[in-house]
């Protein structure tokens, strides 16, 4: 099911999504000093292009340095890409069979504003890395 679900997702909005963050880690790697940005946005694309049956977790070991990071993310790409993700979300809701993408695609604006101090991995084990 998880197939189906994320090669629909590929179709409808995965391949979009996933541009949108390869664009941004290009040019947080372009200036040197964010260069960690440009590697958590190359990440996120990787789960924006195939989100089901993977899920996000908070990293134990993130601290003061990701939560100042977030704010700088946010100021400069993470709302841009939220954004995104709210129009995309919206006009798959439209359809009824777009509705549990459009809802995939809600659950992706908190990692999409702060990307720092999470951790992409699979749903069979989501706790493994507290």
Known sequence: MKLILNLLWLVLSGVWLAMAYVLAGLICCVLIVTIPFGIASF?????????FGRTTVERRDSGAGSAIGNVIWIIFAGWWLALGHIFTGLALC????????GIANFKMIPISLMPLGREIVP????????
């Open 94 to 101: 439209v359809t009824i069979i777009g509705i549990p993408f």
């Open 43 to 51: 990440r996120i694309a990787g789960y924006a292009l195939w989100p």
């Open 123 to 130: 749903t069979d084990r989501p706790f493994a890395t507290r």
